[in-house]
C-alpha cells in the first residue's frame, strides 16, 4: 500500500506579546496528533462496529488533536465575553495566547470561541485536503457542549494553522476541557486513498513566512475561493521551494569542478 508524508508542526504565534511564553511550552509540554482508531478502539475493544471495515476505512487517516492543558472557558452571558478559571486564568499574556472570544457585544449568535492553543500546521509534498470535523464516539465533558467549526484545504497547495473553534451550546455551562481530551478531529483525503504518515517538524523561518504570506493574502482579498489562492501562492511555493524537496540529479559528474 503507497503511503503520503504529510509534515506538521505546532504553531507558537498567535500573539506577539505572549509567542515567546508559548513557544517555551510548545515543544515540550503539547501532546502529538493520535489516530482516531487506536483512540476509540483503547475504550471501546469489545464493540463489533471496531472491526467494520467501513470504519476502519473512515478511521484510517483521522487524527485527534488533543488538549496540553486543563481549562475551563466560563461565558458571560451578561457581557457576551467569556473567561478562564484556574491555574491558568492567574497568567495574563497566557490567557491572551490561548482565548480568543470571537463573540460580537449584544449579539444573537451563539458564543463562538477559539482556542488558540493548540494551533497546528500541516503541509504535504502533493495535493492532500485536510479536514477539520468534530470529535466523534467520545464523552469527554465538553464534547456535548460546543459545536466544532469544520473546514477543509488542501495542504499541498495552502499553509495555515488549524485550531479549535467553536460554539457554545449552552451558555450557562462552562466549558471544561481537561488535559487529554480531544478537541477536534484532522481527517486527510488523498487522492488514491493512500494512507498517510504523520512526521513532525520543527517551526523554523521558512514554515512561519510561508503561515504568515498565506493569511496576511487571505486577509487583504476577502471572501475569495480557495481555488483562486491556490493559484495566487503557487508561484510562491515553487519559487521558495516550501515543502518540496529537489530531486538529486542522476549525472554526479554534472556537479564536479571543472
Known amino acids: 500500500m503507497s503511503t503520503v508524508t504529510v509534515n506538521y ?23 502529538e496528533p493520535v489516530s482516531a482508531y487506536k483512540y476509540i478502539q483503547e475504550r471501546r475493544d469489545d464493540i463489533e462496529y471496531i472491526f467494520c471495515p467501513a470504519f476502519a476505512d473512515y478511521c484510517k487517516n483521522a487524527y485527534f488533536i488533543l488538549a496540553p492543558y486543563n481549562i475551563k472557558v466560563v461565558p458571560i452571558v451578561e457581557t457576551g465575553q467569556v473567561a478562564l478559571e484556574g491555574l491558568l486564568a492567574k497568567n495574563a499574556k497566557l490567557i491572551n495566547s490561548l482565548l480568543y472570544n470571537r463573540t460580537k457585544p449584544n449579539d444573537s449568535n451563539p458564543f463562538l470561541v477559539t482556542l488558540n492553543s493548540p494551533r497546528i500546521v500541516f503541509w504535504a509534498n502533493e495535493s492532500v485536503y485536510a479536514e477539520s470535523i468534530p470529535v466523534f464516539l467520545d464523552s469527554s465533558p465538553h464534547i456535548a457542549n460546543t459545536n466544532h467549526i469544520p473546514g477543509t484545504f488542501d495542504i499541498g497547495k495552502w499553509v495555515r494553522p488549524v485550531d479549535f473553534s467553536f460554539e457554545i451550546v449552552d451558555p450557562s455551562k462552562p466549558i471544561v476541557i481537561n488535559r487529554g481530551d480531544p478537541l477536534f478531529c484532522i481527517r486527510f483525503r488523498t487522492k488514491d486513498n493512500s494512507k498517510v504518515i504523520l512526521k513532525r517538524q520543527r517551526y523554523d523561518e521558512p514554515l512561519c513566512n510561508a503561515i504568515s504570506n498565506c493569511v496576511n493574502v487571505k486577509k487583504m482579498l476577502h471572501n475569495k475561493p480557495l481555488s483562486f489562492l491556490y493559484d495566487l501562492a503557487a508561484p510562491y511555493f515553487k519559487m521558495t521551494k516550501f515543502g518540496v524537496k529537489e530531486k538529486k540529479c542522476p549525472f554526479k559528474w554534472l556537479h564536479k569542478d571543472k
Open 9 to 31: 508542526a505546532f504553531d507558537p504565534i498567535s500573539n506577539p506579546e505572549s509567542s515567546t511564553l508559548r513557544k517555551e511550552v510548545y515543544d515540550i509540554a503539547f501532546l
